[in-house]
């Protein structure tokens, strides 16, 4: 029997809306464009419209994932999300919705949590499915409105963010030259409290159920595990910076992606950079990132991605893929 690998047979993403400047923001907090441009490089973010809810940003990149991996909804077998900005608190799932939404029933799809490292989790996952031989086609879905637990009066956390849909399809192939050639994925929840969305609880003094951060100190951890982890996955799987066609990192902050691009061997030319348009879109960032060169013309069949991301719990997470989806005419 051949050797089976899991492969990115494609790459889609969906852009909400609504574009929100630095400038909207200092109309109603105590901010400026210099303060959020400086310490972030974001200058523009999209925000959803009231009515589109997490499932419709991940259905729009869905479909187009579908359509580009030349595959109707009757092909995939499992849909899986990841997001920290479900539509529902517990039930039912992001993915049971989107599914359905995209014309999928009766296969199996569940939502997984990850925060910002999520797409490469659901990428481990994936692979792992393919590789056992349990599904051949996977839609797996980064979707987030992270605008839906932003508390906007917070100026350290509300100007960071942004809502969008990143979406891929992972499916079966013989050839490793065109795989997903490695995941590594991690996680310590000793720095939960750096991180976090409280859960609503009718107390006075219960924090507000948005998302809290410690900039600062997950600033530091960031750099620090990015950098190790990516200098991990290329030495484990005997792979040079210069032989990497794009690095493409979490996009958070500006500041972050180019510390990490200096402590290893990255030209300017190799780092994929959308932070600052779209602000951090957490577990929808790196698909969002891979499209963005896609569309651009950039990104062709058999080149080399390594992807990483950090994010809350924290999790974080690096892999090693050939894309191996048609190039955009
Ligand atoms: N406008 C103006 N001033 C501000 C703003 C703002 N929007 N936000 C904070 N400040 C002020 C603070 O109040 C503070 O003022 P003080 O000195 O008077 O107390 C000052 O600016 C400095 O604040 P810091 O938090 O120390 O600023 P820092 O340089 O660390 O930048 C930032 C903050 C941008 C949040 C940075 O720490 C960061 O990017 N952290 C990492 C974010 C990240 O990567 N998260 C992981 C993924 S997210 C996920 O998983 C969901």
Redesign the pocket.
């Known amino acids: 029997m051949k050797d089976i690998f899991a492969s990115l047979k494609s790459i889609a993403s969906y852009i909400p809306p609504r574009c929100v400047s630095n400038a909207d923001f200092e109309k109603t907090?105590?901010?400026?464009d210099e303060?959020?441009s400086k310490?972030?490089g974001i200058k523009t973010r999209y925000f959803a419209t009231p009515e589109q809810n997490t499932s419709d940003l991940a259905y729009e990149a869905g479909k187009l994932a579908i359509e580009r991996a030349k595959l109707s909804p009757n092909d995939i077998d499992a849909v899986i999300v990841a997001t920290?900005s479900p539509e529902y608190l517990t039930m039912p799932s992001t993915a049971c919705i989107a599914a359905y939404k995209l014309g999928i029933q009766n296969k199996p799809a569940f939502d997984i949590s990850g925060?910002?490292s999520g797409f490469i989790y659901l990428l481990n996952v994936a692979k792992s499915f393919i590789e056992s031989r349990t599904y051949d086609n996977i839609l797996i879905i980064g979707a987030e409105k992270v605008s839906s637990v932003l508390d906007f009066e917070d100026?350290?956390t509300c100007?960071?963010f942004g809502d969008g849909g990143g979406a891929a399809v992972v499916s079966a192939t013989t050839d490793r030259s065109q795989s997903i050639l490695d995941v590594h994925i991690a996680a310590n929840g000793k720095y939960g409290d750096l991180?976090y969305t409280p859960r609503f609880n009718a107390t006075s003094n219960s924090p507000k159920q948005y998302?809290q951060?410690k900039?600062?100190e997950?600033?530091k951890q960031?750099v620090k595990t990015l950098a190790q982890d990516v200098k991990d996955i290329l030495e484990h799987n005997a792979i040079r910076p210069q032989d990497v066609k794009f690095f493409v990192p979490?996009q958070?902050?500006l500041r972050?992606i180019n510390a990490v691009g200096e402590m290893l061997d990255f030209s300017p030319d190799q780092i994929v950079l959308t932070v600052q348009k779209y602000g951090?879109t957490?577990a929808a960032s790196i698909p969002m990132a891979i499209d963005e060169i896609y569309k651009q013309g950039k990104l062709k069949n058999g080149d080399l991605l390594l992807l990483d991301a950090?994010?809350?719990g924290f999790t974080w997470g690096s892999a090693l893929v050939y894309f191996n989806g048609e190039n955009l005419q």
Do not use: E, K, Y
């Open positions: 907090l105590d901010t400026s303060w959020i310490r972030t920290l925060a910002c100026r350290g100007v960071l991180l998302l951060m900039g600062n997950v600033f960031a979490h958070a902050n972050i951090n957490s950090f994010g809350g």
